[in-house]
């Protein structure tokens, strides 16, 4: 629990956002052409008495550039705090374009989906993946120990997990056999008929197999440095973000 309260007080949306570039209602028509047609912004602030009170959509100055009648005020929904952990950020993020910052009452920042794919979110989804993997061994400890979970690996991967550690222990590691298992060992032995409870509304079998295979996957495709691309658009990896803080929840209580 501790572990995971700080991967949500390091990571903030201020790590993402960046500054909100802002016109007030005197500024030149080529200003905004530029913004919208050059540097291709889908959104601006305006501007008055020196705070920004509404925004200005690309989408809404197809035929003139006139601003009077195209400034959208903010909605409750579409402000957040500067300092809102990023996992929060994220699950308000699933069905929206953008969100604006505010800091000390004034709004100065922005996030969209382009941001997504910055390295602050590969960071805490690694993070988070690692720790769940990292609770499933204590988990896996306290329910089989003298390593009795060994009775659901094959014995080849038993064979490797043991060499493995071998080579760990020659360099005076401080480990035990169930640190030399990958993923998908610790995932096989979570499984097991009597560990399904903790998997939330995952908990069939075949539910839960789905789940451990893409939470797997998401923890690869992280590792190598693969776009996230295909994630936020087509397989709701937001959704399995917190499957896995739901699941980890699950582990925790039930390691009291």
Not at 91 to 98: A, D, G, I, S, W
Not at 126 to 137: K, N
Not at 205 to 210: D, E
Not at 215 to 243: C, G, M, P, Y
């Amino acid at each position: 629990m501790k572990d995971k309260n700080l991967l949500e007080d390091f990571f903030t949306v201020s790590h993402i956002s960046t500054s909100l570039t802002s016109v007030t209602k005197e500024v030149e028509f080529q200003t905004i052409h530029g913004y919208f047609q050059e540097k291709n912004y889908d959104v601006v602030g305006y501007e008055e008495d020196s705070c920004i009170t509404g925004y200005l959509c690309k989408k809404d100055f197809i035929d003139d550039y006139r601003i009077d009648d195209k400034i959208r005020k903010f909605a409750v929904d579409d402000i957040i705090a500067v300092n809102t952990p990023l996992i929060d950020a994220l699950k308000l993020m699933q069905n929206k374009e953008r969100l604006f910052l505010i800091n000390k009452s004034k709004i100065e920042s922005i996030i969209t989906r382009a941001d997504l794919q910055k390295s602050p979110i590969r960071m805490l989804f690694f993070g988070l993946i690692t720790l769940f993997e990292s609770e499933m061994g204590n988990f896996i400890r306290k329910r089989y120990p003298n390593n009795g979970w060994e009775l659901f690996l094959s014995d080849g991967r038993i064979s490797k997990t043991k060499d493995i550690y071998q080579e760990r222990l020659a360099k005076n590691t401080e480990i035990d056999l169930l640190d030399c298992t990958q993923f998908a060992d610790k995932s096989t032995i979570m499984l097991q008929k009597e560990n399904l409870y903790v998997m939330g509304e995952n908990s069939s079998k075949n539910k839960a197999k789905r789940w451990m295979k893409n939470v797997e996957e998401l923890r690869n495709d992280l590792a190598h440095a693969q776009s996230l691309h295909t994630w936020f658009e087509e397989k709701n990896v937001i959704r399995l973000v917190t499957e896995v803080e739901e699941v980890l929840q699950e582990i925790y209580l039930h390691m009291k």
